[in-house]
């Protein structure tokens, strides 16, 4: 009988490594065959009812039903990435089912070439046990049974060796999947400090993390998100650091996202998990540096990596996390103390120095004497209230511009955004100087905010305390302020307060907070994560 009489598509003879020529879906009657299928069958007729009540999906005996289930499960001959290399090793017929790109072909290789040298007399009529024992040189290799499994670990970049009359196939790990190499994030840049950062492959973020901390308590679970992405996501934490109600309480989180997928990685992932509606402060920390993962680790912080991703989530976190740097820890105590200062001016002047600004505009008995020359000398065409918001609506179009606009273009579009239209605008009377002054002061300062995500948050606050002050004025600027301060303080991230150290109360955290310490100082871990090991030094 040829392949085309049994239903295959012929596959032409293929050269090995070493010179020869092996025959694909050669055919033999071997008698250890019908006894081991007999064996077989009186087993399953005495266990038939529990193999009934399973609900694993069987790995099909024969080869042809293999290939009709990979046409029907994952589209074999259909989609040309999807890969069923049939070969006979041994009077065994065989097939790699692999998805083409997602595989090292340097280490299948070697594996096929190892099993051309097989001949009958060396496989046994167990040969799955034969296979993975003494003839698949793959570190890591594993049999599964359960055929849905075997799709979803080739679909995640495992290459499956079928070997028929088994009933199962050996998984092999030798994934290669694209990826680019870790280097320096944007929105984390250091003077001093390591270069590298995360990527958006799983495995080498992890090894950054793993190889920062070499505590035998990092633990790192993994879990499949998405009914069809099947992302995988690992939850991070060190053992005896952590507080396992916290870990147990993300990893309940994670386990009941139901969502179609993850496309869009860590973002749906917070999403789906914190749940914070409609409120722009964000709850959750992003970081694409693995030092301060590490360091966020071992103060007893949860850490969850997405696959796909160059982004962790930090768990959990305050709204002082959010605009505390590296750069702060790279230098010295006096230094990163001044540096944090001047990072919580400009946060606290983009903020509120427009509003309070405007206030004075429009209150001028508000303002002491040492602050009359503050207002605009000559009122423009527009309402000042229209300005700021026109004002908010341009440099949010500019750094839209940027984020689009190629690198080369970039410098020029900046020249023409800060001299052309800032200066065509305010020699025209549409906008005053104090106003485009101001605003690119808030600019800035949203700039220096750490988090991109508190950044934009911020920047609606203010836009809402400008309106709240051209409607209200002064009792406008405190109800507005009053009720963002509330919010924050009601805010919550993983049953964390949202404004510790400040609300609740604590001292010493609050003042290494505004400090940045010297190492040998900070010997305690925060109260807020009730960590199990509070000292981070032995006691003198």
């Known amino acids: 009988m040829n392949n085309r009489d049994r239903g295959q598509d012929p596959v032409d003879s293929q050269p090995l490594p070493n010179g020869e020529i092996m025959q694909d879906e050669l055919i033999t009657e071997d008698p250890a065959y019908e006894r081991e299928e007999t064996d077989r069958k009186s087993l399953d007729a005495d266990t038939g009812g529990k193999q009934q009540a399973s609900d694993a999906e069987p790995v099909p005996k024969r080869l042809e039903d293999f290939r009709r289930k990979l046409k029907e499960k994952v589209g074999l001959g259909s989609s040309f990435d999807v890969v069923a290399r049939e070969m006979t090793f041994g009077n065994r017929r065989t097939a790699l089912f692999f998805m ?32 993975l024992e003494l003839y698949v040189p793959a570190v890591q290799a594993e049999k599964e049974d359960d055929f849905t499994k075997v799709i979803d670990a080739v679909l995640a970049g495992s290459t499956a060796l ?3 009359h088994e009933g199962a196939v050996l998984l092999i790990d030798a994934k290669a999947f694209p990826a680019r190499g870790p280097e320096e994030p944007t929105l984390e840049r250091v003077v001093r400090g390591s270069r590298d950062g995360f990527v958006e492959t799983l495995m080498v973020n992890v090894s950054l993390v793993r190889r920062r901390i070499r505590d035998p308590g990092l633990r790192y679970e993994i879990m499949k998100l998405g009914r069809r992405t099947k992302t995988d996501v690992s939850l991070a934490y060190i053992e005896d650091i952590a507080d396992p109600r916290l870990v147990d309480n993300i990893r309940k989180k994670l386990k009941q996202v139901e969502l179609d997928g993850l496309p869009m ?50 768990l959990p976190t305050t709204f002082f996390d ?5 750069e702060e820890n790279r230098q010295t105590p006096f230094i990163g103390t001044y540096l944090r200062w001047i990072r919580f001016f400009g946060i606290f002047a983009s903020l509120f120095m427009l509003p309070l600004w405007f206030l004075f505009v429009m209150q001028p008995e508000l303002k002491p004497p040492a602050l009359d020359f503050i207002g605009p000398q000559n009122a423009g065409k527009l309402p000042l209230v229209l300005q700021f918001v026109l004002v908010e609506i341009g440099i949010d179009l500019m750094r839209l511009a940027a984020v689009h606009t190629p ?53 609606i606050v203010r836009l809402l305390l400008i309106l709240a002050v051209a409607a209200f004025q002064v009792p406008g600027f ?16 993983f049953n964390r307060p949202y404004m510790w150290p400040l609300i609740p109360f ?23 994560l009730n960590p199990q090991q509070r000292d981070k030094m032995p006691k003198k």
């Open 407 to 459: 690198t080369p273009l970039a410098a020029a579009m900046s020249l023409v955004a800060a001299i052309l239209i800032g200066d065509v605008a305010v020699k025209t009377g549409l906008f005053i100087n104090e106003v485009v002054l101001y605003m690119a002061v808030a600019a800035i300062g949203m700039f220096a905010t750490p988090s991109y995500e508190l950044g934009l948050a911020n920047r």
């Open 265 to 314: 990685a860590d973002k749906q992932l917070e999403e789906a998990t914190v749940k914070r509606g409609w409120n722009p402060y964000p709850l959750v920390r992003y970081s694409e540096r693995p030092d301060v993962v590490a360091a966020h680790l071992l103060e007893g912080n949860v850490a969850v990596f997405v696959d796909t991703t160059p982004s962790v989530m930090i």
């Open 322 to 326: 959010l605009i505390q740097h590296a």
């Open 506 to 528: 604590d001292a010493r955290a609050l003042g290494n907070l505004f400090l940045r310490m010297p190492v040998l100082y900070n010997r305690t871990r925060p109260n807020l």
């Open 162 to 164: 079928f070997i028929e």
């Open 478 to 493: 405190v109800i507005a302020t009053t009720i963002v301060f509330v919010i924050l303080v009601l805010e919550r991230s």
């Open 100 to 131: 083409n790109g997602f595989v090292k072909d340097a280490v299948l290789t070697e594996v096929l070439k190892r099993l051309t040298y097989l001949q009958p007399d060396d496989v046994s009529p167990h040969a799955m046990h034969s296979f």
